[in-house]
């Protein structure tokens, strides 16, 4: 059984369109998130959502706008793709540890390579 | 083509040696930290963790240790194996996240 399941694995498209990327996790984990994998492969947060709201928004163009229908899912929407949003694009879901909002382990999904011409 | 692992710090090891994956962290308020493991066209993998509390922590052939007081971090794995071949990373806790540190790839020859 997948844990964390994104789709598509592989997306390749034009600039300027509008694509999306699917997440679903059956962990019953509380919080998603979706991470950034540069072609040098550093990862970087881009959103974390718990319990269906966002909690961290870093500093990400708003052509990117993530929606998360119940805590089970997570999907991110971009418009207007530019060929800077090539990457590697990872699905992660984990506990929040205490109130604090801590991260405990995540758990990544395979991850979705997209390709913009 | 462009090799994405050219542009990572490498190391490059014999099958059966032991290995030493570094790593330094900035935020001294860290309270946990995480390797993890990363095989080409899949997601990260947790290896192991370890809490602050801790300087030493062992699993199945690895081993991290935290040092608090120079901020560094290092992963050995015993007696490396060609499927051990991938890209390693090390993460941070910080609020409702993770924070990772840049991946060394390491490659292991038969």
């Known amino acids: 059984d997948t844990a964390v399941s994104q789709t598509p694995k592989y997306l390749v498209t034009q600039m300027g369109n509008d694509k999306s990327i699917k997440c679903e996790q059956n962990?019953?984990?509380?919080?998603m998130y979706w991470y950034k994998q540069d072609s040098k492969k550093f990862l970087k947060i881009m959103f974390s959502?718990?319990?269906?709201?966002?909690?961290i928004n870093e500093t990400v163009p708003n052509r990117f706008s993530p929606k998360s229908p119940d805590k089970a899912h997570l999907n991110l929407h971009i418009n207007s793709l530019e060929l800077g949003d090539s990457a590697v694009y990872f699905c992660a879901s984990s506990l929040l540890l205490s109130a604090g909002g801590l991260a405990g382990e995540l758990f990544f999904g395979e991850g979705s390579r997209l390709t913009v011409l | 083509g462009e090799s994405v692992g050219l542009h990572l710090p490498t190391l490059s090891v014999q099958e059966g040696d032991n290995s030493i994956i570094n790593c330094a962290y900035s935020?001294?308020?860290?309270?946990?930290f995480i390797w993890y493991k990363q095989e080409s066209g899949k997601g990260p993998q947790f290896i192991i963790d370890i809490r602050s509390n801790m300087d030493k922590r062992q699993g199945q052939r690895v081993t991290v240790l935290l040092n608090k007081t120079v901020k560094h971090l290092s992963l050995q794995i015993a007696a490396t194996q060609p499927g051990d071949s991938a890209v390693y990373f090390c993460a941070f806790r910080g609020y409702s996240t993770l924070t990772f540190g840049k991946g060394t790839m390491l490659l292991v020859s038969p």
């Open positions: 962990l019953g984990h509380d919080t």
């Open positions: 959502y718990n319990n269906k709201e966002l909690i």
């Open positions: 935020n001294s308020a860290s309270d946990y």
